[in-house]
Every structure is written in structure tokens, then in C-alpha cells.
């Protein structure tokens, strides 16, 4: 159970290490914003960034209007609304 809590804890690490890299700092702020009111809406983000990420698609920084357009297309597969 040890060697499990250290494995999620190494991913987490990861998880923020590659979000800084590809997000701006106005972003970066949003996606804090969202983990705030819909956490679960923030992880699925942080899933599909890493996903990008991994695959080789992300070329430049996301920014804040990038981050905008992802959340709309996660949004119509679920109920809720971004306030602009």
C-alpha cells in the first residue's frame, strides 16, 4: 500500500511538472479557478493536457483562450457552462 501511495504521488509530480511547461501562467490560473468549483471537470483536463502532451501534439504554450476552446469542447459532452 506504501509502493502505491508513492506511485500516485510520483504521477502528481509529473503531472505538474507538465502542466507548467504547457500552460501559460494565465492558464495555469483557470485550470486552478476550476479545480476549485469542478474538480472533476479539472482532472478530466489535466488527463486529456497530459494525453497531448505525451502523444507529442502540444508545439507551443496552451494559453488562456486555448484552454477556453478545450473546456467548450469538454463541455458539450457535459452540463456546464464557462463564464467568459
Known sequence: MNEEAEQLQ???IMKKAVLKKVLTK????RLGRIRLV???I???LELY???????GKIGAM?????LKTILEQIAT???F???K
Do not use: F, G, H, V
Open 10 to 12: 510520483q504521477m502528481e
Open 26 to 29: 494565465e492558464a495555469t490560473e
Open 38 to 40: 469542478k474538480p472533476e
Open 42 to 44: 479539472a482532472n478530466q
Open 49 to 55: 493536457l497530459m494525453q497531448l502532451y505525451q502523444s
Open 62 to 66: 496552451i494559453t488562456d483562450e486555448q
Open 77 to 79: 459532452k457535459q452540463k
Open 81 to 83: 457552462r464557462i463564464l
